[in-house]
């Protein structure tokens, strides 16, 4: 069985940062991609940001120069650095990982920005 377990969420003013981590445990076969992605009350859930074990990134276009994704493969973690968070940023944020078994989801930490 896998788990995956996000933190880092929480309430910030506009312009400010939070990192996101993410960590899967495990019955952990081969990591292929690891992602964050995001779903706003009333919104589909979208793809925020992705990496491939070999380091690839992409990152929708409203988080491109904000954003970062990074990961620790050792760690079987990945991480989500965010700045100049703005009041359209607030989701709740998953953690996704696809692997040799399956994909496997996060719970889902909240982001609030807001003054």
């Known amino acids: 069985q896998v788990q995956v377990v996000e933190s880092g969420g929480g309430l910030v003013q506009p312009g400010g940062s939070l990192r996101l981590s993410c960590q899967a445990s495990?019955?952990?076969?081969?990591?292929?991609?690891m992602g964050w992605y995001r779903q706003a009350p009333g919104k589909q859930r979208e793809l925020v940001a992705g990496?491939?074990?070999?380091?690839?990134?992409e990152y929708v276009d409203s988080v491109k120069g904000r954003f970062t994704i990074s990961r620790d493969n050792a760690k079987n973690s990945v991480y989500l650095q965010m700045n100049s968070l703005k009041p359209e940023d607030t989701a709740v944020y998953y953690c996704?990982?696809?692997?040799?078994?399956?994909?496997?989801w996060g719970q889902g930490t909240q982001v609030t920005v807001s003054s």
């Open positions: 990496i491939t074990n070999g380091g690839n990134t």
């Open positions: 996704s990982i696809a692997t040799m078994s399956g994909d496997y």
């Open positions: 495990g019955s952990i076969s081969s990591i292929y991609v």
